[in-house]
């Protein structure tokens, strides 16, 4: 499920619509990019140590945090997407 937004095309519609919004701030926007890529390279590198040091009811408990925040960001997207028809 994280491949997709790690190099999909939901990266790629953030990025248009973050640069529309802030014009002239394509540089950071990039900087931050790279830096969400080398964040999630290394987790994905150093995946069997993280995953030996929390254990099983850690992972456990961060897959639930992780379905939690989607959860949240998809009611947020909903809301939006509803109130933007309305208004």
Do not use: D, H
Not at 59 to 84: K, T
């Amino acid at each position: 499920m994280a491949t997709p937004l790690i190099a999909g095309p939901s990266i790629l519609a953030t990025l248009i619509l973050l640069g529309n919004q802030n014009p002239g701030e394509e540089v950071a926007l990039i900087t931050a990019v790279f830096g969400a890529w080398l964040v999630s390279a290394a987790i994905l590198v150093c995946s069997n140590r993280i995953m030996k040091l929390l254990g099983n009811r850690g992972v456990f408990a961060i897959e639930r945090l992780m379905g939690m925040i989607l959860i949240m960001l998809s009611v947020q997207m909903l809301i939006n997407g509803i109130s933007s028809y309305i208004a």
